[in-house]
């Protein structure tokens, strides 16, 4: 579906005074609302992977790793992102780590930030132990769930 299309479906849309159409084809994904004299359009396509450039982030066999970890070392808890942000390991560059590996960490101290949407929300830790690992770079995205770091309880 190129750009034309998709242009006239928007005004086709706004002139049948529907209020919300979802069209879902394999590789596009449309969603138009409309009301109260404005158009909202997301639109989402996916591109064929054969089309795709070469890209440096972890493949999906890469991406599992940390989960085969957590499944050899069953007796280490994990703490996971809450929300989908950037992750930071510090409050400002220019201060030190809330966490490393070996800090002992207690129900309720923060071990990371992640920014969302401009907001900085402190993750506590839930369990008190050990860090043993920590599962994501400095600075780089995280998914919601998304495991951060393993915690020895012992």
């Known amino acids: 579906m190129d750009i034309k299309e998709i242009q006239n479906l928007i005004k086709f849309v706004a002139k049948s005074g529907a209020s919300e159409v979802k069209l879902e084809m394999e590789d596009v994904k449309i969603t138009i609302k409309t009301g109260s004299g404005k158009t ?3 639109i989402v396509q996916a591109a064929p992977m054969a089309n795709m450039p070469q890209m440096t982030a972890p493949t999906a066999a890469e991406a599992v790793t940390p989960v085969k970890t957590e499944s050899e070392d069953s007796h280490f808890i994990t ?29 309720g101290d923060t071990v990371c930030v992640i920014e969302a949407m401009k907001l900085f929300n402190e ?6 132990g050990k860090i043993v690992k920590v599962l994501v770079e400095d600075s ?12 020895d309880p012992s």
């Open 40 to 42: 909202e359009t997301t």
């Open 79 to 107: 703490i996971k992102s809450p929300i989908i942000g950037t992750f930071y390991r510090k409050p400002s560059p220019d201060k030190p780590n809330f966490a490393e590996v070996g800090t002992e960490v207690s129900v």
């Open 123 to 128: 993750i506590e830790s839930e369990i008190s």
């Open 140 to 151: 780089t995205p995280v998914e919601f769930d998304q495991p951060l770091f393993l915690v």
